[in-house]
């Protein structure tokens, strides 16, 4: 994943915690900054090409919070970004061109007091009359100085093949000890999906040489092997195919698949809410109110449930599946197969959405589902109430209502991005 995917997935969720919660002026905070990362490519894309441009300044759009009456408004506003932009290869007639080591430093004009950010970026790869083209690796280091005191943290952003700056053909990896490459997102995840030893160099090489036959329609084709989807059809190998054109469901059949990984982790589920509901028996007054929300809030039979609804909402039909099968065979048009894991004390979904020809065509990111785990103070009512609020917003608050089970995965169908 490149730097503005991060920016805007970033953006999104800092944006809303729940989407019962989501209003519509919460909602155009997602857009500015969408709009403000449109203009900062594109005005960074023109500067990359060229060598003798090494610092530009973008004026870009920001929202103000109005709340001078009840009625919550938003007021555009602009804050200046400072790119400086080095380039450590050579350069032919004007335009960066061949391999070499680009850094480019991002300083915050927005930020106020006695508290300034930059963001730095290296990324090493081949540049192509002007055009960032192949395989490109990089890392990032974002600093924050607050009282002059600089604090500063770092990481390895990965690889990812290129088409252009800020074009990417694929997913971002990390090279692994044994060559193979492992998707960035999929770190630590059951659904890990690696590409074979040599797979994005392969790629890389194809896309210079097509590049270079004069070919404009620059394309990969990657196939991986996805821990959550190997899962169902055992030994299959699922080609990465993510198109960024929405599908329609509205007159597809789609298929509701818990990988096994995600039954496992229900069954520990089960367990463990168990367990909280039995050691908070003997509670009264208000907590045990609180207490009997929780037990019927947190069914875990509402988990498919109030999944299977909401995408009923927007397809022709949804059904629960037990494997790709019916896929196969052409029972179904699409298969949504979700993944749910254990992270420490959190749950979290996310899957993917298989084509018939066992395509991925679309992920689902992975988002917070619910936990039972490190609960305290069994006898206080907040804490009841609070599980009892967070499974009624996530899994419904009845059973005939479309709860925000997939938070990510609401939005996609409800603007149309699947």
Known sequence: MNKYQVLMICGFLLAAGSVSAITPEERAIIVIPQRAVKLLLEAESRAMERCDTTRI??????????????????VDGTY????????????????????????????????????????????????????????WCWTQTFQITQGGKPTSDGSDG?????????????DNYRKQADGRW???????????????AGTLEAQSAKILADAAAGKTDLKVALVVQSRALDDLVPGSKIVLALSTVPISLKDKRVAIVLSSQTVR????????????????????????????????????NRFLISIIKLVKKYAKDAQPADDLTGLQKGDFDYALVL?????????????????????????????????????????????MEQLAEDYAARWGDDFDSVSSSGFYLYYMLQDGRL
């Open 339 to 383: 993944d749910w894991k254990s992270i420490k004390s959190f749950e979290s979904v996310g899957g993917f959405l298989v084509s018939r020809d066992l395509k991925a065509v679309k992920q689902i990111f992975e988002e917070p589902s619910g936990s039972t785990k490190n609960t305290v103070m069994l006898d206080n009512s907040r804490t």
């Open 57 to 74: 300044v973008v004026s870009l759009p920001i929202v103000n919070m109005d709340t001078k009456s009840n009625d919550i408004t938003w």
């Open 265 to 300: 982790e229900l069954e520990r589920f089960k367990r463990e809410r168990q367990a909280l509901i039995d050691a908070s028996a003997g509670l009264s007054g208000k907590a045990a109110t609180e207490r009997a929300k929780f037990i019927q809030a947190s069914n875990p």
């Open 80 to 135: 200046e970004e400072t790119v400086t932009i080095k380039w450590s290869g050579a350069c032919v007639e004007g335009k960066r061109e061949g391999e070499g080591v680009l850094n480019w430093v991002e300083a915050h004009a927005h930020d106020t007091g006695d508290t300034k950010s930059v963001s730095q970026w290296r990324s090493e790869g081949r540049f192509v009359k002007g055009q960032r083209l192949g395989l």
């Open 158 to 170: 990965g690889c990812s093949v290129l088409a252009g700056h800020g074009k990417p053909l694929t």
């Open 182 to 196: 492992r998707r960035e997102f999929d770190e630590g995840s059951s659904t890990d999906s690696y590409l074979a």
